[in-house]
Nanobody, 124 residues
Framework: QVQLVESGGGLVQAGGSLRLSCAASGRTFSSYAMGWFRQAPGKEREFVAAVSWNSWSAYNRYYADSVKGRFTISRDNAKNTVYLQMNNLKPEDTAVYYC??????????????WGQGTQVTVSS
């Protein structure tokens, strides 16, 4: 399994920005699908974004409708790190954000490795 450590959460006002980072262990990081999920109090965990390697030697990016146009997932394979840039944050983005990794990505399928989570709080 891949070990994941998130950072970058915090308190921000509505309309502000945060960038989450997720540092991963492992020598095959570049081929792993990486994802971000979030869980708000009293709600189920939900998908936010993912990035995966495709057969044309490029990365595909996927986003939940609720964050399209505001969040951007990216990765730096040299640093074994995946990022989530979050702009124009809204109070409803408040949640614990989790980084996840797996060998492949499939919509709706759970990831095999998870980080401990980082809290994001957006004040109105």
């Amino acid at each position: 399994q891949v070990q994941l450590v998130e950072s970058g959460g915090g308190l921000v006002q509505a309309g502000g920005s945060l960038r989450l980072s997720c540092a991963a262990s492992g020598r095959t990081f570049s081929s792993y699908a990486m994802g971000w999920f979030r869980q708000a109090p009293g709600k189920e965990r939900e998908f936010v974004a993912a990035v995966s390697w495709n057969s044309w030697s490029a990365y595909n990016r996927y986003y939940a409708d609720s964050v399209k146009g505001r969040f951007t997932i990216s990765r730096d394979n040299a640093k074994n790190t995946v990022y989530l840039q979050m702009n124009n944050l809204k109070p409803e983005d408040t949640a614990v954000y989790y980084c996840a990794a797996d060998k492949t990505y499939a919509a709706g399928r759970d990831f095999g490795s998870w980080g401990q989570g980082t809290q994001v709080t957006v004040s109105s």
